[in-house]
Antibody
Framework: QVQLQESGPGLVKPSQTLSLTCAVS??????????WSWIRQRPGKDLEWIGH???????YYTPSLRSRVTISLDTSKNQFSLKLTSVAAADTAVYYC??????????????WGQGTLVTVSP | DIVLTQSPDSLAVRLGERATVNCKSS????????????LTWYQQKPGQPPKLLIY???TRHSGVPDRFSGSGSGTDFTLTISSLQAEDVAVYYC?????????FGGGTKVEIK
């Protein structure tokens, strides 16, 4: 059974860096065929894909956040991380980590973490 | 970016009746080389992450009840719950994986009438 668990601060000040980690159990980040992804859901209901990373370290980010986002992999700890710099109130959201099944063109998400609420506030 | 527009925003259906959710894509998500529609449906219950229901537009994910079905091709897709159960109350999202960035529809809330 694949499980993902997000961790990190629930409150970040404006202009600072949001840092989250996703610990994975039941699957190895070194295994091919999957991307390891971050998705957020701002208050209301919209889901927004932030980006993902493959086991070779290749990363893909959504264009609107590309200048502020870094996703990295730590295969020794079987976890991956998200850093989002220069945050503002608009970055307040529930952040999910997820496993994405890799296909020829893109990916869908078969396992998700429970999500962690990050609030950007002074 | 591919924009997915879901309709309606919400609907209320009696227990045991059919619920239909629509998803329209701003461009085709059908890939002729493998003859597949790169579209997925998720179910999200309050306080929970989304759960994968349907992929390739019409293939049920493992463990998903057969009252859930997906149909459509190209730009127009439908998720149907053939006989609504109380546990189906949720928000339903479509997602395209035809190209990057991966995008989601705005969601449709399904409630009991």
């Amino acid at each position: 059974q694949v499980q993902l668990q997000e961790s990190g601060p629930g409150l970040v000040k404006p202009s600072q860096t949001l840092s989250l980690t996703c610990a994975v159990s039941g699957a190895s980040l070194s295994t091919g065929g999957f991307y390891w992804s971050w998705i957020r859901q701002r208050p209301g209901k919209d889901l927004e894909w932030i980006g993902h990373i493959y086991n070779n370290g290749n990363t893909y980010y959504t264009p609107s956040l590309r200048s502020r986002v870094t996703i990295s992999l730590d295969t020794s700890k079987n976890q991956f991380s998200l850093k989002l710099t220069s945050v503002a109130a608009a970055d307040t959201a529930v952040y999910y980590c997820a496993r994405a099944r890799k296909y020829i063109l893109g990916a869908d998400f078969d396992y998700w973490g429970q999500g962690t609420l990050v609030t950007v506030s002074p | 970016d591919i924009v997915l527009t879901q309709s309606p925003d919400s609907l209320a259906v009696r227990l045991g009746e059919r619920a239909t959710v629509n998803c329209k894509s701003s461009q085709s998500v059908f890939y002729g080389s493998d003859n597949k529609n790169y579209l997925t449906w998720y179910q999200q219950k309050p306080g929970q992450p989304p759960k994968l229901l349907i992929y390739w537009g019409s293939t049920r994910h493992s463990g998903v009840p057969d009252r859930f079905s997906g149909s459509g091709s190209g730009t127009d897709f439908t998720l149907t719950i053939s006989s609504l159960q109380a546990e189906d109350v949720a928000v339903y999202y479509c997602q395209q994986y035809y190209n990057l960035p991966l995008t989601f529809g705005g969601g449709t809330k399904v409630e009991i009438k």
